[in-house]
């Protein structure tokens, strides 16, 4: 083989390589599978926002620089019963401090007419928030109720509790934690 | 010559280890190496067709002992049903069942339904108390086939409590018996004229999962219930294994729970998750999710899981784990058995690093030793349909199979013949 024609090869394979390259980012480009911020400790909260019962929105980035309890819960759920007294409890010790709780309730799989009572009846003054589609629990990986998410105030989430009734005193500890 | 030789080097390098390499934003493979390792037999690819009932916020799917399958789906506090006599090809024209009653409809929730062979078909509901706290259960049945229905018979009344989830199922002669949770206590109550007149509430089990679904089996005077329990587990949270109770005097007694799962699963929430029981020729399989592979008090993820009885239920075989996929959460299975002895499931499943769910399909052909690789028969592509949910299987005796799901849009029924 003449050099001429074995650097139009070399040329050629290289050209080929490229190409190879550019279909590769192109195929990726043309079919993305959206990687969502992950609902676990040491990682950024993934964004939400939802209406609360009587329609105001809340968007958790909103919030940046407080510490927020993420609560997901629902009216026929025991455990989620349980513990709200608890958090309204909290809530109302450290909210002067930049305290702050989203109870989002799986609207989604629940009984819309008990919301509001269950509300009503335990005199709950944190925000209320309706996941109406799902989108917000498929976000943070909902598997079991309650589950509750605790945000620093740089938006990183500090602890991920599945699972309740959570106990004053442990509500309190991990409250003092995200506030720091 | 060392130019064009050091170009041909670094175009290799490239080719080999760039553009080979998968890019890193695909999508998770669904079928892990694990199964293929196995070498399971793929079944043939499904061609099914598809049918919508829009707006339904529940559902429930069954093979009447007629022979022809019947839809309920709940939606704006009524229930309403459909039958099919090709195999879900084609519905009748749904029937509002419980006239003006204000059905309790929640999606976790499935409609009570169950048909006997004249095609009797009874169906059971909750109607909530003004204050949430107690409720009554009603039933009501249809003499033509699900065309038209009587008007509803009271069951109990539950002055208190958490009242949910209940169940019916219809003995050899239309004879209605039925389950419900109230908060953690399993209630049963029956009736031997038709459903003109009930028992008195018996509490059967103090310890079920009070957001689980049980599911109810009657054969002659044998009354099966498999439900998720619910026991004392200490610091590390309650234990929510499945268990089984049966009775041999159409429910005047019922003997000790079988255990089923033997996972002893620590979990100090609500899975929203009970199991699903199927029968055929005395042998009992029932399918659930748990998440065993966990830290006992973490719950990221679950597996689904399979244990078959083969005397009359007395104990369980060991526990089979359904799909081979493990990384993400697969939940709320749905199992039932072909006239052959093929066992079918049905489950969904959600990614765990994007937004992905699916529902997945599957079946064995040995007693539920081995499976085929699932296959995908629905997925949340369509962002206006959403995540597929909440799978009911059933297969009739011609092979018809049919799939039902729940979505935003309201139920979806896939059907197809199955392979012979």
């Keep these: 083989m003449r050099p001429l024609q074995r650097r139009v090869l070399y040329f050629f394979i290289l050209g080929l390589g490229l190409l190879w390259i550019y279909l590769s980012a192109g195929k990726s480009n043309a079919s993305p599978t959206e990687i969502v911020a992950a609902p676990q400790k040491g990682f950024l909260a993934p964004e939400f926002e939802l209406n609360t019962a009587s329609r105001e929105t809340v968007k958790l980035s909103d919030l940046r620089g407080q510490a927020v309890l993420v609560n997901l819960w629902a009216t026929w759920c025991p455990p989620c019963r349980e513990e709200m007294r608890s958090i309204e409890k909290v809530y109302n010790e450290y909210k002067d401090q930049g305290f702050v709780v989203l109870a989002v309730n799986m609207t989604y799989q629940d009984d819309t007419q008990k919301i509001i009572p269950f509300v009503t009846e335990r005199g709950l003054t944190f925000p209320i928030l309706l996941d109406e589609t799902g989108d917000m629990a498929n976000d943070y990986q909902m598997r079991s109720l309650p589950s509750s998410f605790f945000i620093g105030r740089d938006g990183i989430i500090n602890e991920v509790v599945i699972g309740g009734p959570m106990a004053e005193a442990l509500l309190r500890t991990r409250v003092e934690g995200i506030l720091k | ?420």
């Design chain 2, 1 to 420: 010559m060392k130019t064009p030789r050091f170009i041909l080097l670094v175009g290799l390098c490239i080719l080999i280890g760039y553009g080979c390499t998968p890019s890193s934003t695909q999508t998770t493979e669904s079928i892990p190496t694990e199964v293929a390792a196995t070498e399971l037999p793929i079944a043939p690819t499904i061609d099914f067709e598809t049918i919508d009932f829009p707006k339904a916020q529940s559902h429930w799917l069954t093979v009447g002992a007629d022979g022809n399958l019947y839809l309920i789906y709940g939606r704006d506090h009524s229930l309403f049903v459909a039958r099919s006599t090709d195999g879900g090809q084609t519905f009748s024209e749904p029937v509002l069942a419980t006239g003006d009653a204000s059905v309790h409809v929640l999606p976790i929730e499935r409609p009570a339904i169950s048909v006997d062979q004249a095609g009797r078909v009874g169906i059971a509901w909750l109607e909530m108390s003004p204050d949430f706290n107690g409720a009554t259960v009603w039933y009501a049945s249809s003499e033509d086939s699900g065309q038209t229905f009587k008007p509803g018979q009271l069951v109990a009344t539950e002055t208190q409590g958490e009242v949910a989830m209940v169940q019916v199922a219809l003995d050899d002669a239309g004879n209605p018996v039925l389950a419900w949770l109230n908060g953690s206590e399993l209630k049963f109550a029956r009736s031997f004229d038709q459903g003109s007149t009930f028992s008195e509430t018996m509490n059967i089990g103090d310890g079920s999962c009070e957001c689980c679904q049980p599911q109810s089996v009657v054969t002659g005077e044998y009354i099966y219930i498999a439900y998720r329990s619910l026991e004392p587990g200490g610091d590390k949270g309650d234990i929510r294994d499945i268990v089984m109770i049966h009775s041999e005097d159409g429910g005047q007694t019922f003997q000790l729970v079988t255990r089923v799962s033997d996972a002893h699963w620590y979990l100090p929430a609500c899975p929203i998750a009970g199991p699903s029981l199927a029968t055929h020729e005395g042998k009992f399989y029932i399918a659930w999710m748990d998440g065993r592979a966990e830290p006992p008090g973490t719950f990221s993820r679950g597996d689904i899981w399979l244990a078959s009885s083969q005397d009359g239920g007395k104990t369980f075989m060991p526990n089979v784990r359904i799909n081979p996929e493990q990384s993400m959460h697969h939940t709320l299975p749905s199992v039932t058995v072909g006239s052959g002895g093929r066992i079918h499931i049905a489950w969904e499943a959600q990614a765990s690093d994007t937004k992905e769910a699916f529902l997945y399909y599957t079946s064995s052909d040995d007693g539920g030793q081995t499976f085929a690789i699932p296959q995908i028969i629905a997925d949340n592509g369509d962002e206006t349909r959403g995540n597929p949910s909440k799978a009911v299987l059933v297969i009739d005796s011609m092979g018809h199979v049919a799939l039902a799901w729940l979505d935003r849009q309201g139920v979806r029924i896939a059907t197809w013949a199955d392979r012979k």
